[in-house]
């Protein structure tokens, strides 16, 4: 039997080689050779005498014999636990103009994270486009590369009317992030926001300001590698969005993503060049560990919003 502890109760439970497979799929080993490894361990504790045993003991077990298979594992699976064991529940926001690949980032990282909750702000933009007519506010009703057409009041001529319309549209939206974040904090949940509209510097400054909302920026230099990305995503069988539609508007777009910069320099928030989808996740996970999982060390429930596992 193992023995944890959630919230300073003990409790025990049957090892389960189904968990901890999929504990070690999250640190990316494959399916197959995490069931053989779970298995391994379930063997190597049947031999021994030991009925109970911690779920520290456990962990030190795993990540033993996790280092002669594989020390690359072993540290992706140390890094993961570090911050399942945190404290309070994790918000991750990631933002980036259209098309750099906010949401393929966004899956992939609550994937890893066990996360259970993700939300991309086009949905959070969309209920906000039921309650606030177009009248009311013309700019959210458009993308956010073409606000500029909505707004009532062109900006004076020395503005730049693209990044003057972004800024409207995603000051607007912003204030439908800001209370998803906070529903998230006050009901303990984790959850990964992402879109055009994370902003650095449009999130409430108390809310940003938390060691467990964390923001990132991802960017692609090169407007050629960006604009490809476009003829992917329309590629996708269920993709419902017009690819003419963004190479009509590349400009624009390219605009809002120098703005993203920008404000990530201006604000201090990590930007990562996302061409490698490996790359990015494991820089925002390590970054994740760093400034975060070394916080607190209580085992985390279920009901905190990760996986169980
Ligand atoms: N790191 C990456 N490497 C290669 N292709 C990527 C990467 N990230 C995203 N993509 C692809 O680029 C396209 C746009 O990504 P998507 O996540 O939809 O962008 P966004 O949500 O920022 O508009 C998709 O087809 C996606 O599969
Ligand atoms: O407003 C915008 O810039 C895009 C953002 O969506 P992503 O490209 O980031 O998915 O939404 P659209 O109006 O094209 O549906």
Redesign the pocket.
Known sequence: MIQGEVGGKLYTEPFSKGVLSRSLTRAEMGPNKAYAFASCIESKLKKTSITLITIDELVELIVEDLRDEDPEIADKYIAWRKIKQCNDPLIILIG?A????????AFEIANRLGIRNMISTDMIREVMRKIVSKELSPVIHESSFTAYKGMRVPPPPEFDDVLAGFRDHVDTVSVGIDAVIERSLKEGISIVIEGVHIVPGFIKKELIEKDNVIMFVLTLSDKEVHKG?FY??CR?MWARRPLQRYLDNFFAIRKTHKYFESQARKFDVKSIE????VT?IDYIIKNITETYGGITNVEKSESEGFDDD
């Open positions: 980036g259209s098309g750099v690949g906010t949401s393929s980032i990305r992917s995503r996708q996302n061409i490698d989808v990015t």
